[in-house]
C-alpha cells in the first residue's frame, strides 16, 4: 500500500501561471510563418532551457546574435518582452494550492525557472511566496526531469520521496519525479488535478 501523502510539490508554468512566448511575438513578429520559423530555428525552446539551468540572458543573447546578427532585435525582445509571456495566474489551480496551505499540508514548489524571471514572477504573483519554499532551476543548475533535481528538492526540504505527490503539466517531468520515487500526475486543468488529490487521499 503507498505511503500516506504528506508532501505536494507544485510545478508553477502552466500550473498556477500562463506560458506563452507567442503572446508578444505575435505583435513582434505579424506574420505567423515567420514566428514559427523565428521560435524553431533561433529562440527555441531548448535555448530558453538553459536559462532555466542557470545560462545568463546575457550570454544566451550573445550566442544567438553571432549566429543571426540580422535577428538581434528580435533575440532581445525575448527577454525584454518576457512579462508579456506570462499574463495571468490560473486562478483555480491557485485556489486548490492556497486551500492546501491553508488546512496546514506541506506544500512546496519545484520549478524549471531562470533566476531572475522567477524573482519577477514572485513580485507579480504573491501567492507565489506563500509555499513553504521553492526550487528553482537557474539557482542550481539542475533542471526537470534530471533526477537529480528531485532528489536536490527531497533533501533540501526534507521530504520523504514515497510520501510526496508531484504536478507538472510536461509529461517527461512526472516520469523524472516517479524516476526519483515519487508520486506525480500530470496537469491538465484543476477540476482533474482535485480528482487526481483525491485518489492519493487528498481532498480539497
Aim: glycine share 6%; hydrophobic share 45%.
Amino acid at each position: 500500500m503507498a505511503a500516506k501523502i504528506e508532501h505536494i510539490v507544485f510545478d508553477i508554468g502552466k500550473v498556477l501561471i500562463h506560458y506563452d512566448p507567442h503572446l508578444p511575438f505575435s505583435r513582434i513578429i505579424p506574420d505567423e510563418a515567420e514566428r514559427n520559423w523565428f521560435f524553431a530555428n533561433v529562440c527555441t525552446h531548448e535555448w530558453n532551457l538553459e536559462q532555466d539551468r542557470g545560462r545568463t540572458w546575457a550570454d544566451a543573447e550573445a550566442l544567438l546574435i553571432a549566429m543571426h546578427p540580422d535577428r538581434e532585435a528580435h533575440i532581445r525582445a525575448f527577454r525584454e518582452n518576457w512579462h508579456e509571456m506570462v499574463p495571468h495566474a490560473y486562478e483555480d489551480s491557485v485556489a486548490i494550492m492556497e486551500g492546501l496551505i491553508a488546512e496546514g499540508r506541506d506544500v512546496t514548489m519545484l520549478t524549471n525557472f531562470a533566476s531572475d524571471t522567477f524573482r519577477e514572477a514572485q513580485g507579480r504573483f504573491p501567492f507565489l511566496t506563500k509555499p513553504r519554499g521553492v526550487t528553482v532551476s537557474g539557482d542550481i543548475g539542475l533542471i526537470k526531469p534530471d533526477v537529480a533535481i528531485y532528489d536536490h528538492h527531497a533533501k533540501t526540504f526534507g521530504l520523504d520521496p514515497e510520501a510526496t505527490i508531484f504536478i507538472d503539466d510536461a509529461p517527461a517531468n512526472v516520469v523524472g519525479a516517479k524516476a526519483a520515487g515519487w508520486n506525480a500526475v500530470h496537469f491538465s486543468g484543476a477540476d482533474k488535478l482535485r480528482a487526481d488529490l483525491a485518489t492519493y487521499g487528498v481532498r480539497i
